[in-house]
């Protein structure tokens, strides 16, 4: 199945992965960006948000693309944590825990961390959507879902 295809199912748990990945990008390169720019003003509560979203970047990659658990060596305590996020609403509430930690980041200085908590918003909305219409969680061929995981076993 091509990308074009699994967009066409009209999965929301196929939108919900891929916007999964562009917050995944957009936390790592924002809180990287803040935490530059506030290392000069020593804002140490944006400092500590940019971490956050930082960790935030490397827990997404590890939810949304599962070849990573296989291939990467992580503490059998990680992975259990990680499979624990598997169905729509689980990833719908990890999502709203995640953008609500970047949507208090506000509370101090709105910052770029806006745009992740935006993102991360809008993926946790497409899994919630996702459960409530009853979609079963489909992982795009493209970011290891579908058995990809298991060819290379």
């Given at each position: ?5 699994e ?12 916007l ?14 803040n935490?530059?720019s ?8 944006i ?5 956050v ?12 693309v ?12 990680f ?17 709203g825990?995640?953008?609500l ?13 806006i745009?992740?908590a935006?993102?991360l918003?809008?993926?946790g909305a ?7 219409k ?20």
């Amino acid at each position: 199945m091509t990308l074009k295809e699994e967009f066409q199912t009209r999965n929301f748990s196929i939108y919900g992965q891929w916007l999964g990945i562009l917050s995944m990008i957009l936390c790592f390169a924002l809180g990287l960006s803040n935490i530059i720019s506030s290392i000069f003003s020593l804002n140490i509560v944006i400092i500590a948000f940019s971490v956050v979203a930082m960790v935030f970047s490397f827990v997404i990659l590890f939810v949304e693309v599962p070849l990573l658990l296989r291939i990467c060596p992580t503490s059998s305590s990680f992975d259990a944590a990680i499979r624990k996020i598997s169905t729509n609403y689980m990833r719908a509430g990890a999502y709203g825990v995640m953008a609500l930690v970047l949507w208090l980041s506000c509370i101090s200085t709105r910052t770029s961390l806006i745009a992740a908590a935006v993102f991360l918003t809008l993926t946790g909305a497409c899994y919630g959507l996702a459960g409530a219409k009853g979609q079963a969680f489909v992982g795009s061929k493209t970011l290891g879902g579908q058995g990809v995981a298991q060819m290379i076993v």
